[in-house]
């Protein structure tokens, strides 16, 4: 596996793989590894001829009062972790070699990126969207590979590679959860003992979801609203949104609207710590 943090040297690395005849497969990350990351990884493997895995903090996705500086930085073990699930290319920049100093450009998926996330995290969806077009811009990947933890985030993805005719797949894998349901998230670690026996209510909250969308005719909304009653009835846990809505337009759901899916969305902050999750919700039958 090779280590590279030069763009330049990762495109003319990925050309050569064409040049041979094989398919890119690519797996953006921030770092801060754990088995949700492995998971896409070995996914990337399993589908392509070459693998490159990307480790880069995106200064521009963090807010000014966010954890830029103290988000974790284990690049050893992430890079073991590549190897072991098989990646042929870890591109690890700097960001100096991802942002010139007077850089004017950023890429903006309007509307998608203004609710939820977005209006909760200003400017958060501009960084990752710029960042993610540049690094599709150096590894020209045929598929490339996100987490369904990070729902909206992929949602945004797939609109922006649709409407800038990016000529990638946006694969999208299931969420890895820890053995309460915890959903894996490098940010995890930021919980003390205490809040981490409180953590895994956001997954209770959304079984409880699923069982009111597969078991009975409630509304969205009110399933929505169910949700919020759990997770406030959690001591220590305060939300930001836990919300029901259409899993491609994130549109807030009032009705099943004669059976169909939707998509059940938490935020919530344990002390100064940002959780989100999500479950996608098959309605059995209709109100
Ligand atoms: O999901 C992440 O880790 C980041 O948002 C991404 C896609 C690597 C862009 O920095």
């Known amino acids: 596996m090779d280590v590279e943090s030069s763009p330049k040297k990762v495109h003319a690395a990925i050309r050569e793989a064409r040049r041979r005849g094989l398919t890119i497969g690519c797996v953006p990350t921030m770092g801060a590894l754990h088995a949700g990351h492995v998971s896409l990884v070995q996914r990337a493997r399993s589908e392509n001829d ?30 073991e972790f590549c190897r072991g699930a098989g990646a042929d290319l870890v591109f690890t920049p700097q960001v100096a070699d991802m942002y010139a100093a007077h850089a004017e450009t950023i890429v903006r998926v309007t509307g998608l990126s203004m609710v939820l ?12 969207t710029t960042v993610v077009t540049k690094l599709f811009q150096i590894t020209e990947p045929d598929r490339a590979y996100f987490g369904q933890k990070d729902y909206q985030q992929q949602l945004i993805i797939r609109r922006m590679v649709q409407d800038l005719n990016i000529p990638v797949t946006i694969v999208t894998c299931p969420i890895i959860r820890e053995a309460d349901g915890l959903a894996m998230s490098s940010r995890n670690r930021y919980l003390s003992p205490e809040e981490r ?71 919530a902050k344990l002390g100064t710590t940002r959780l989100i999750d999500n479950q996608i919700l098959n309605y059995s039958v209709a109100e």
Not at 65 to 72: I, K, V
Not at 224 to 246: F, I, N, P
């Open 117 to 128: 996330e977005g209006a909760h995290r200003p400017g958060h969806f501009d960084g990752v």
């Open 50 to 79: 070459f693998v490159v895995a990307t480790i880069f903090v995106n200064p521009t996705q963090f807010g000014p009062t966010e954890d830029f500086s103290r988000y974790p930085r284990t690049l050893d073990t992430d890079l």
């Open 197 to 267: 026996g409180i953590a895994a209510e956001i997954f209770q909250a959304l079984q409880l979801a699923d069982r009111l969308a597969v078991g009975s005719a409630v509304s969205p909304r009110e399933i929505a609203e169910r949700m919020r009653a759990h997770l406030e009835g959690t001591g220590g846990l305060s939300v930001q949104y836990a919300v029901v809505a259409d899993s491609q337009t994130l549109a807030s759901q009032e009705t099943r609207i004669g059976g169909g899916s939707g998509v059940a969305l938490i935020a």
